[in-house]
């Protein structure tokens, strides 16, 4: 694929097509999560019916503080004794009443005990007759549109929450005591307050108390206020708390976008950057550095960089494996086609059978060799699916010792087991049965390079978070330079006495990707004595302990 056509293919990717959108998901997540929660917020505040049940609360204190004087103030100038002694309404109520309330904004209603309506604030008594003010509420054509949906708000509000229901107020044209109850009970000597719902939006404050002279009660003063400046309070109030929502809402945003940018924008950038490196096969993309980032997506990135640097090695090494693999069936596969050729040729039944032995042996290397590679090959899919287990290391070496002792008998090496930690388990966590090929080929190489009358040596030492098994033979030892080269695949050095193409040398490749998998640590070196001469060859295993 030539740096165009990838190109073309990175850019009509999903995740190209993604990149061009003006908001990428995750930042509409964080704007809608953080722009409900706060709207949630400013609703909860806007609703304000505590506040609007205070405000009713303080109106009517009001109330009944004025009525109280207004009260006081009729029993003084309104009243007139009769001849028998006793204390009536005079004839002058209306105009005293009128000009009580005057400038406090509030309707007086003055009824006697007979619950007759003596006195109105909004009646006008001259020589033409008697005129009714009524104060009009304003236009609704002169509403805000903030004061109308101020309004709609209120009734979805109430819809949900279930708003606080009054009585209906309602005015006859003749009016009577006993068309409000608070009256009736003020002219039993009670101080009374009540709230009547006007119509939907408004409300009328009403406080009713008794107009009395030396505890005789001459009449009832009914003071009623609507509810205007109530709302006009909750307006204003609503309103700026609206300002401030806008605040918080702008800086919510801002700081939502720039969060989620910090976010996005840099996951965006890893993805095309895998992307890339996925559609890549010269390595030229890279995963971008991104250490300077001291949190998770700073984390992710060197992850995502070992990640693909773990994925190249294990690319190179498939690719030097099938190398190796391709090298070494050619011998056999050479030395095949040679013995078959010149069999064809030959008359001798000698010779003949002869090289028949060589095409055998060849067959047999071959077959061993193939085994070893498919072994090779499937080791870390089963190491990566198999389940860990405790395993006692020092029982399944004492159990591998015996075995070596009994099969080879008095014409091969005995094994020695040694514990320098006592006899208690060694307990790890790991795949018994392949840590029990580990040791059985570093036994079997041990035994097939000492000598028949030699002595295996195994110690196992224990340190408080691993165990040390070494593995001591008594043999030739290790080519100096080789004790990092003998665990490469198919390494071969054998003994002199050992024929040729027995072992295909990747069983100490296979000993060393087990040990790694089980999170542990092969070594090979040589024992020597005082003088320097080499008395052996030591294999060391670290594992850790449960």
Do not use: C
């Not at 964080?30 to 049940?53: H, Q, R, T």
């Not at 773990?310 to 050619?330: G, P, Q, S, Y």
């Not at 008998?409 to 388990?425: E, F, H, N």
Request: proline content about 4%; glycine content about 6%; aromatic content about 4%.
């Amino acid at each position: 694929m030539t740096a165009k056509q990838q190109n073309r293919t990175v850019a009509d990717s999903p995740l190209s097509r993604r990149r061009q959108r003006l908001l990428s998901p995750i930042t509409r997540r964080i704007l809608a999560i953080n722009i409900l929660a706060l709207g949630f917020l400013g609703a909860g505040i806007l609703y304000l019916d505590e506040y609007k049940e205070n405000l009713i609360e303080a109106e009517l204190a009001g109330l009944m503080t004025q009525a109280e004087m207004f009260a006081v103030a009729l029993s003084e100038g309104a009243v007139a004794r009769s001849p028998s002694g006793q204390y009536r309404v005079s004839e002058i109520p209306n105009q005293m009443v009128r000009r009580l309330v005057k400038t406090t904004g509030v309707r007086a209603r003055l009824f006697g005990v007979n619950g007759r309506l003596v006195a109105d604030s909004r009646l006008l008594v001259g020589s033409g007759g008697t005129v009714s003010i009524e104060v009009l509420p304003p236009p609704e054509d002169l509403e805000s549109p903030l004061s109308r949906a101020f309004d709609l708000f209120e009734r979805v509000a109430d819809h949900i929450f279930g708003a606080k229901r009054y009585p209906k107020y309602t005015e006859n044209s003749r009016q009577h005591a006993r068309d409000y109850a608070e009256v009736v009970a003020a002219l039993s000597g009670d101080y009374v307050k009540a709230v009547r719902a006007l119509d939907r939006d408004h409300l009328i404050l009403a406080v009713a108390v008794p107009v009395q002279r030396y505890k005789q009660v001459l009449g009832g003063l009914l003071v009623t206020k609507d509810s205007n400046g109530i709302d006009d309070a909750l307006y204003e109030t609503r309103r700026d708390i609206l300002k401030v929502f806008a605040v918080a809402l702008a800086l919510t945003v801002l700081l939502s976008v720039y969060l989620a940018g910090t976010i996005a924008r840099p996951l965006r950038r890893l993805a095309l950057a895998a992307e890339r490196v996925r559609h890549d096969h010269s390595r030229r993309h890279r995963i971008p550095d991104m250490g300077d980032r001291d949190d998770e997506i700073g984390e992710l990135a060197a992850t995502l960089n070992d990640m693909t640097n773990a994925l190249w090695k294990r690319m190179d090494a498939i690719d030097r494996f099938a190398a190796d693999v391709a090298h070494e069936i050619k011998n056999p596969l050479t030395s095949l086609r040679s013995a078959v050729e010149t069999t064809a040729r030959l008359k001798d039944s000698a010779q003949q059978q002869k090289l028949m032995g060589i095409i055998q042996e060849d067959v047999g290397r071959l077959d061993r060799l193939i085994s070893d590679i498919s072994e090779a090959s499937r080791i870390d899919a089963e190491l990566s699916r198999a389940e860990s287990e405790p395993t006692d290391i020092a029982g399944m070496l004492a159990t591998l010792a015996d075995i070596q002792n009994a099969t080879s008998g008095l014409t091969g090496p005995r094994v020695v087991l040694a514990r320098t930690d006592g006899a208690d388990p060694l307990m790890i966590s790991g795949i018994e049965s392949r840590l029990a090929q580990v040791f059985r080929n570093l036994i079997t190489n041990a035994a097939t390079f000492s000598p028949s009358d030699g002595v295996i040596s195994i110690t196992i030492s224990a340190e408080p978070l691993e165990v040390h098994i070494d593995v001591d033979d008594e043999g030739p030892g290790i080519p100096p330079g080789n004790e990092e080269k003998i665990f490469q695949r198919f390494y071969t050095e054998r003994a002199d006495s050992e024929k040729f193409g027995i072992h295909s040398g990747l069983g100490l490749s296979i000993s060393q990707q087990i040990i790694e998998a089980h999170r542990g640590e092969i070594r090979a070196g040589n024992r020597f004595d005082k003088e320097g001469n080499v008395l052996g060859a030591r294999f060391t295993v670290r594992l850790p302990l449960t």
